[in-house]
T-cell receptor, first 111, second 113 residues
C-alpha cells in the first residue's frame, strides 16, 4: 500500500465548474500538506501549503485537511482552461526531510 | 525574481554516454534536491544536499552522482545512462530540511537513444 493515494483521474470539466481533488494517506506523522500544479513538461509549482488540520483559501483555490480521517482536498472554483494541468498532493512530517507525493490527477477544463 | 533554474531543458544522450544536468538557485536555500519523475508518476527523490552534506537515498542507483560546488549550484551526473533513465529530472530547494516547502525548477527532460 502506498503511503499517499491520490484519485487517479483524469478529470474533464466544463469551464466554470468546481474541481475537487483528493488524497488519502496512511502516515499519521504527516503534519504539513501541499498541493502542486504541474503543467505538461514543466516542473511542479506550489499552489497551497497547509500546516495541520483546517481550511485555507487563496483566491479560487481552497485546501482542506482532515487529519482525523487522513484526507486532504483541493477545490478549484470557477475553473478556467488555464487550470488544465496535473495536480500533485505532497505531505511531510516534522522529523523527516522527505516529502511523500501522490501520483497526480490530470485535470482538463473545457472552454 | 528568485527562482530555481535548470539547464538544459531538454537533453538527448546516447546509451552509456555520460551526461550532466545542472541546477542553480537564487533563493539562497540551504537544501537542494534531485528528483526523477517518469510519466504519470510521483517524483522520486534521488538525493539531497543540506549545505555541503550529501545524502543519498538507499534505492538510488550508483549510476547517479551529484555535486554541489557552492550554495547556488548543484549538478546531477549520470555516468552510464540506460534506456530506463529516460525521465524528467527535477531540481528543488528548501530553506531548511524539515517542515519546509520545496520549490521546483522547470525540469530537464532526458532522452536516451
Amino acid at each position: 500500500q502506498k503511503e499517499v493515494e491520490q484519485d487517479p483521474g483524469p478529470l474533464s470539466v466544463p469551464e466554470g465548474a468546481i474541481v475537487s481533488l483528493n488524497c488519502t494517506y496512511s502516515n499519521s506523522a504527516f503534519q504539513y500538506f501541499m498541493w502542486y500544479r504541474q503543467y505538461s513538461r514543466k516542473g511542479p509549482e506550489l499552489l497551497m501549503y497547509t500546516y495541520s488540520s483546517g481550511n485555507k483559501e487563496d483566491g479560487r483555490f481552497t485546501a482542506q485537511v482532515d487529519k482525523s480521517s487522513k484526507y486532504i482536498s483541493l477545490f478549484i472554483r470557477d475553473s478556467q482552461p488555464s487550470d488544465s494541468a496535473t495536480y500533485l498532493c505532497a505531505m511531510g512530517s516534522s522529523n523527516d526531510y522527505k516529502l511523500s507525493f501522490g501520483a497526480g490527477t490530470t485535470v482538463t477544463v473545457r472552454a | 525574481d528568485a527562482m530555481v533554474i535548470q539547464n538544459p531543458r531538454y537533453q538527448v544522450t546516447q546509451f552509456g554516454k555520460p551526461v550532466t544536468l545542472s541546477c542553480s538557485q537564487t533563493l539562497n536555500h540551504n537544501v537542494m534536491y534531485w528528483y526523477q519523475q517518469k510519466s504519470s508518476q510521483a517524483p522520486k527523490l534521488l538525493f539531497h544536499y543540506y549545505d555541503k552534506d550529501f545524502n543519498n537515498e538507499a534505492d538510488t542507483p550508483d549510476n547517479f552522482q551529484s555535486r554541489r560546488p557552492n550554495t547556488s549550484f548543484c549538478f546531477l551526473d549520470i555516468r552510464s545512462p540506460g534506456l530506463g533513465d529516460a525521465a524528467m529530472y527535477l531540481c528543488a530547494t528548501s530553506r531548511e530540511k524539515y517542515q519546509e516547502t520545496q520549490y521546483f525548477g522547470p525540469g530537464t527532460r532526458l532522452l536516451v537513444l
